[in-house]
């Protein structure tokens, strides 16, 4: 809060805020150029009254002047070491300001100082109580490093994104870093599908609440509903994310989405590449069946494809063979091509398993399908639109592989978080 003394620096901080008001990487080159010329005469004038002689400042007038000239360095893309020596003496003059420690955890970031960061934040947590801006930052660094206990500081970093929105439930950047937040978590803790959707949930109020301006927040929605297989949406999202900024790789995620979703109806046409002669003694081999002493399973009946209606078809049992791989280790979800017993193709999506999945299904594996999940894929893609069946796997326990439940398979997927938000 600003004194009397401090009233003459009124002025210069009101152009620092109107700089630093929108993000540096919305800016155009010659826009950056400009403003480092602005940026260094206002650095002059700081410097002016830092060492004016005539009426010298108050210490706390040292330690805001200091603090404007490491913030004003500090919304320049590249680390500034002359922005962190700023923030360092003033912070030595008053370490109670929560502004100047979390100033200097972002400066630290860019620095890939990334455990003098974390402490930074924390400094400003313990030092200047709870605000919204060090509990956000703090979670991000938390996904970023993880250290030896990955999955606990994954859920830590939840949990202070939950603490920042108590704090202000109308903030959309809080919510982001939540979803943001959930999305890993889903990876890294192997949560159920749900968590995915509350982070979906989480980007969707983002949006509401002011981050139309953010392409990550669209990079990152468009990433969720690709995995979830709702391509249309995620190909809207990886557009809008292009337009905001077009240093991400979102068109090339667009053309990934396409060349996926053709390469799948491809091989559904072209009945998974097997020859006929093949083909038919494959799906003589198939199960119509299910011999099983355990009394649970007497409820379900054996179905084929044709007989599902979109969602989930409860106490039903669709048996398979696959026939084809379609992706790649890395890939989530894992993606088969599959035929029944009627010959009819379809794509069979497998999430929540590791790699390991690659050792265990392939070409004429059995796979019965508890209470599948029919979904039906849509987009358009060059003027044509793309249409097939694809069952959802989204519980690895609701499906038999060679007679062997999924479970017993798959140790916990081993996907490595990304960071998402810039430095």
């Not at 606990?152 to 439930?169: F, I, M, R």
């Not at 609701?398 to 916990?412: A, L, T, V």
Request: charged letters at 30%; hydrophobic letters at 35%.
């Amino acid at each position: 809060r600003m004194d009397n003394a401090m009233a003459d620096l009124a002025p210069l901080e009101a152009s620092i805020a109107e700089m630093v008001k929108r993000p540096s990487f919305r800016r155009t080159q010659a826009e950056m150029e400009a403003l480092q010329k602005d940026a260094d005469r206002l650095l002059a004038q700081l410097d002016a009254r830092l060492n004016d002689t005539n009426d010298p400042p108050s210490v706390d007038k040292k330690a805001h002047i200091l603090y404007l000239q490491g913030k004003l360095l500090d919304y320049f893309p590249s680390y500034s070491k002359r922005g962190q020596e700023c923030l360092e003496k003033s912070l030595k003059l008053n370490p109670r300001r929560a502004e100047v420690w979390n100033t200097m955890g972002h400066i630290l970031w860019k620095k890939n100082d990334l455990a003098g960061s974390r402490r930074s934040f924390e400094h400003s947590l313990e030092k200047c109580g709870k605000t919204k801006e060090a509990l956000r930052h703090l979670s991000i660094i938390l996904r970023a490093t993880g250290g030896e206990d990955k999955k606990a500081s994954v859920e830590k970093s939840v949990e202070l994104a939950k603490q920042a929105l108590q704090l202000d439930y109308a903030d959309g950047e809080s919510w982001y870093i939540l979803g943001n937040g959930l999305f890993t978590n889903f990876f890294v803790n192997m949560k159920k599908i749900d968590e995915l959707k509350n982070a979906l949930k989480a980007y969707n109020l983002a949006e509401s609440k002011g981050q139309t301006e953010n392409p990550d927040l669209y990079y990152n929605r468009a990433t969720a509903y690709r995995y979830l297989e709702e391509y249309s949406k995620a190909v809207v999202d990886f557009e809008k994310a292009a337009v905001l900024d077009e240093s991400l790789d979102a068109q090339a995620q667009i053309a990934r989405v396409q060349n996926y979703i053709t390469t799948v109806e491809m091989l559904i046409a072209n009945k998974g590449k097997v020859k006929e002669k093949a083909l038919n003694g494959l799906i003589r081999r198939i199960p119509t069946t299910v011999r099983s002493s355990n009394p649970a399973f007497t409820k379900f009946n054996v179905r084929t494809l044709n007989t599902l209606v979109l969602g989930v078809n409860h106490e039903t049992i669709l048996t398979v063979k696959v026939t084809t791989i379609v992706t790649q280790k890395g890939d989530v979800p894992a993606g088969f091509i599959c035929v029944d017993a009627n010959g009819e193709f379809a794509c069979l999506s497998i999430y929540n398993s590791s790699d390991d999945i690659y050792d265990k299904v392939g070409r004429e594996t059995d796979i019965y399908l508890f209470s599948p999940l029919v979904n039906e894929i849509r987009l358009e893609v060059k003027e044509r639109e793309i249409r097939y069946k694809c069952i959802q796997v989204f519980e690895v326990d609701s499906m038999f592989i060679d007679n062997i439940k999924g479970s017993e398979f798959f140790s916990p997927n081993t996907i490595v978080n990304q960071t998402f938000e810039k430095r």
